[in-house]
């Protein structure tokens, strides 16, 4: 395990690399707001709040790889051109080259692979202090609400945003995330006449939102963006779930 005095050295050396490979940084963050499709209507005033923490529970593994792909999905909606993100996790069971199908560039990826959740903790609260990244991801299946706080504080003062997966987490508490979801998976959606797999599909719910509503959606990824699912309209398939 390393060091403080190590850890720091790693994340400066880290920094300096990011900044200089993106360039000067003139706002934190001043593009528009990520478009996420037929989800936009359950945001406040439509608008993803994409600068806050955002919460994916998965219970099993199929749940688990659901998750991962809708997350890249959203993870998309965040970069831009040049920019890079920090993926951090101790178990890598994600295929990098597989990201291009969710409109992203491995290559715009760190991924950082690590043992504890302490450590993982860690490195992404230091990470989120960066405002050159586009987001920070981690696969960390139980926080500390305490631990929580200091990943939204962070969050607010640099204004990247952070994804959090948490698979087969012991507890699920109240936390200040600001958004919490449950992705489970759907059959994919075949074009007709095509062989194959189609494009993906999940059964996504958003169990909490501030100042939003939460729901529960079907919906795809066409290889650029989300669509409506193979069901009836939103208005129909809507259920508001109490806030988690």
């Known amino acids: 395990m390393k060091q403080p005095a190590e850890r720091n050295e790693v994340i400066a050396r880290l920094r300096g690399e ?10 934190s963050h001043s593009h528009d707001y990520p478009d996420l499709g037929p989800l936009n209507r359950a945001f ?21 790889a ?7 999905a959203v993870l998309s909606r965040f970069m831009k051109e040049q920019e890079t993100a920090i993926w951090v996790g101790a178990h890598r069971t994600l295929f990098p080259p597989g990201l291009k199908a969710f409109c ?3 290559d715009r990826i760190i991924f950082v692979d690590l043992v504890s959740e302490k450590e993982m903790l860690w490195v992404v609260e230091e990470c989120l202090k960066c405002n050159a990244l586009a ?5 960390i299946p139980d ?17 990247v945003p ?16 600001t958004t919490r979801w449950e992705i489970r998976p759907v059959a994919s959606l075949i074009e007709d006449g095509l062989p194959g797999v189609g494009y993906p599909q999940w059964q996504v719910a958003l169990l909490k939102v501030r100042n939003g509503k939460p729901g529960n959606w079907q919906l ?3 290889g650029q963006q989300f669509q409506q699912g193979n069901t009836t309209s939103m208005e129909e398939q809507q259920v508001y779930i109490k806030a988690g």
């Not at 529970?57 to 749940?63: K, L, P």
């Not at 987001?135 to 696969?139: P, S, T, W």
């Not at 926080?143 to 204004?159: D, M, N, T, W, Y």
Request: glycine share 6%.
């Open 18 to 27: 990011l900044l200089s490979a993106r360039g000067p940084v003139f706002s």
């Open 44 to 64: 406040p005033e439509h608008c993803f709040p994409y600068q806050g923490t955002h919460e994916f529970i998965s219970h099993n593994s199929e749940a688990a």
């Open 66 to 72: 659901a998750t991962l792909g809708f997350m890249a």
């Open 104 to 106: 992203l560039v491995p």
């Open 135 to 139: 987001a920070v991801v981690g696969e």
């Open 143 to 159: 926080i500390h609400p305490i631990a929580f706080r200091r990943l939204q504080l962070a969050v607010e003062k640099s204004g």
């Open 162 to 177: 952070c994804l959090l997966h948490r698979h087969r987490p012991r507890n699920i508490e109240n936390t200040v995330c």
């Open 220 to 222: 795809s990824w066409d």
